[in-house]
């Protein structure tokens, strides 16, 4: 069930028009009616003649409240753009279309409110006005319809209008995963927290877990409500509220979101393909106080053109954002940026690549998948998921990569494994380990690649020995030093004062040196490393001489810090 939100200029009767619809006055605290003026969004249903359900968002219209207009439109499937018949064509009116656009919004409808002060030529007038402005529109204005809701003239048309219009919007073009932008949050006594906002993606039903994206949190919901009745389950694009365990309202705010568990990317890097509103005064650069609108949420965001230095009104360009809070996106979610210096929107778009990697001038000017896997190699599956939207099935083991990217990386393993005659496992990052073990003839004993019918010191006794003796390794002198020789040459063993270790047995200590630089971030000394694995010096010096040479550590003095195979 589709969502219809409110827009245009303030005053123009767009409250007034949602209560003459549905019997709810959208404007509830006690300053919009003191002030007679809409502040926060307005909520109302109601059910047409014909059986169909109506759900509005009211938006404020006042200047000062438009990225709270921002937030309620976004998520909607149906616009209502409203235009005094008195007043005409106004600031507002040009800046929520602009905003309607730029969010995608496929359908609307043009209402002429307050038709009882204008006469019949001066509504003829004005309807050739908007008809003009909106030719090149993006949306599909279904009609331009007069009312009054002094006279009640043109409400019952609009109601059957809007509810044809229900029938006919279209699935979202990209299916999403579950995510609900937070628009309120309220504390309900003895129920505990309700949030609303206009559901995206999959329904959720009572018993499900969600996550809030910023913390992490798990929360069960309890109680399902759409258009103010409980029900099982919330279909999406419609108003929901849920009452939630698990998270103290006080804790949550507008802007924040609900998602399925992992489902959606968290970042805080996105290029987006941005067009500049026509109406922008002059070209848009990376100098502004810029904020985004993505969902309820906004934050303040820098912004760099990638392949211009300018952006001029109705262009279209690649721009990259970064803001502070990690937001769950998925590409093609539309943005709005505002600058906030001016006051004024200067244009939006849709997210072409999450978290991109390289340098600006290198991004993209579409969301192709092929894109956007190219620069990043080998990745887990689920990752790639989240960044193309698609449900890409793993090349290797539990990693994703494309056929090009697949199929060097085989060729290099093999080349590499021709000419060297063996590969010790931990050299290699784990999908390659995963290739290694498909490789034609290939097979791994001891930590070490190598093709089947090679070389036997590959199965000599003292790999598994040194292998099986850890840190306790046994004194490489009292060993046969010809094979031991071999054994270090080939970079299976590693040696320092006649103490051998396997390699394996280095890369085993990974948590006990992060745990060490944990408590010593400038660095550990011999001693420190001696109690925390519990060994000898004889073998702690011989031992961090190798944890050097494999790159877990680098000496620095006394103290040893990360290396570079971190
Ligand atoms: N004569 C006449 N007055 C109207 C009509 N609709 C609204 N008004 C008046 O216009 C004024 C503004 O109406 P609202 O509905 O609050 O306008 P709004 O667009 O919601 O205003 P904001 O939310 O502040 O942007 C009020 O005084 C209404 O009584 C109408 O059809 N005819
Ligand atoms: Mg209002």
Not at 15 to 39: C, Q
Not at 552 to 558: C, I, S, V
Request: aromatic share 4%; charged share 20%.
């Amino acid at each position: 069930m589709a969502v219809i939100a409110t827009a245009g200029h303030v005053d123009h009767g767009k409250s007034s028009l949602v209560l003459a619809l549905t019997g709810t006055d959208p404007d509830r605290l006690a300053e919009e009616k003191r002030k007679g003026m809409t502040i926060d969004l307005g909520f109302a249903h109601c059910v047409t003649p014909n059986g169909t359900s109506l759900s509005f968002v009211d938006v404020p219209g006042h200047a000062d409240f438009i990225r709270t207009m921002i937030a309620g439109v976004s998520g909607v499937d149906i616009a209502m753009l409203i235009v005094d018949a008195h007043e005409g064509w106004m600031p507002q009116t040009q800046e929520h279309l602009d905003v309607l656009q730029l969010l995608n919004i496929r359908t609307g409808v043009v209402v002429i409110t307050k038709s009882d002060k204008a006469t019949d030529i001066e509504l003829r007038e004005l309807e050739d006005d908007i008809r003009e402005r909106l030719t090149d529109s993006s949306i599909h204005w279904t009609s331009i319809m007069n009312t009054s809701v002094i006279t009640q003239k043109g409400v019952p048309e609009l109601l059957q209008h809007l509810s044809t219009l229900l029938e006919d919007v279209e699935p979202p073009t990209h299916a999403r995963p579950t995510r609900l932008f937070i628009d309120r949050v309220f504390t309900i006594r003895g129920s505990g927290t309700v949030v609303t906002g206009t559901l995206e993606g999959e329904s959720v039903s009572v018993g499900d877990v969600l996550h809030v994206a910023r913390t992490g949190q798990e929360v069960r919901v309890r109680e399902v409500q759409t258009l103010d009745s409980s029900v099982q389950t919330c279909e999406p694009r419609s108003r929901c509220a849920l009452n939630i365990v698990g998270v103290d309202g006080s804790d949550l705010h507008r802007g924040d979101a609900l998602m399925q568990h992992q489902s959606y990317l968290m970042t805080s890097v996105i290029d987006v393909r941005f067009t500049a509103v026509p109406t922008l005064k002059r070209p848009m650069t990376h100098r502004g106080s810029f904020t985004l609108h993505i969902g309820t949420n906004m934050q303040s965001v820098t912004a760099r053109i990638a392949h211009a230095s300018s952006i001029r009104p109705g262009e279209t360009a690649t721009i990259r954002l970064r803001f502070t809070q990690p937001l769950p996106l998925a590409i093609h979610d539309h943005v709005v940026l505002r600058d906030t210096g001016i006051d004024q929107t200067v244009g939006g778009g849709y997210i072409i690549n999450l978290d991109p990697q390289g340098p600006v001038r290198f991004a993209h000017t579409n969301a192709l998948p092929e894109d956007i896997l190219q620069q990043r190699g080998f990745l887990p599956v689920a990752e790639a998921r989240l960044l193309t939207g698609q449900n890409l099935q793993p090349t290797i083991g539990s990693w994703y990569a494309l056929p090009s990217v697949y199929n060097n990386t085989v060729e290099q393993l093999n080349k590499r494994i021709d000419t060297e005659q063996f590969i010790t496992m931990t050299d290699l990052a784990a999908y390659e380990q995963d290739i290694v073990r498909t490789l034609k003839e290939v097979v791994v004993h001891n930590g070490v690649a190598a093709r089947a019918e090679q070389d036997p010191l590959l199965n000599h006794e003292y790999i598994a020995l040194f292998r099986q003796a850890g840190l306790l390794t046994p004194d490489a002198a009292s060993l046969d030093r010809n094979i031991i020789r071999q054994l270090v040459q080939r970079k299976i063993l590693f040696e320092h004062d006649n103490i051998a270790f396997h390699a394996d047995t280095l890369n085993d200590v990974r948590p006990e040196l992060h745990a060490l630089w944990q408590l010593h971030p400038e660095g550990f000394t011999m001693a420190q490393l001696r109690d925390a694995l519990g060994i000898t010096r004889k073998h702690a010096l011989p031992l961090a001489n190798c944890l050097d040479k494999v790159g877990l550590t680098k000496r620095n003095d006394d103290v040893r810090l990360p290396g570079h195979a971190w």
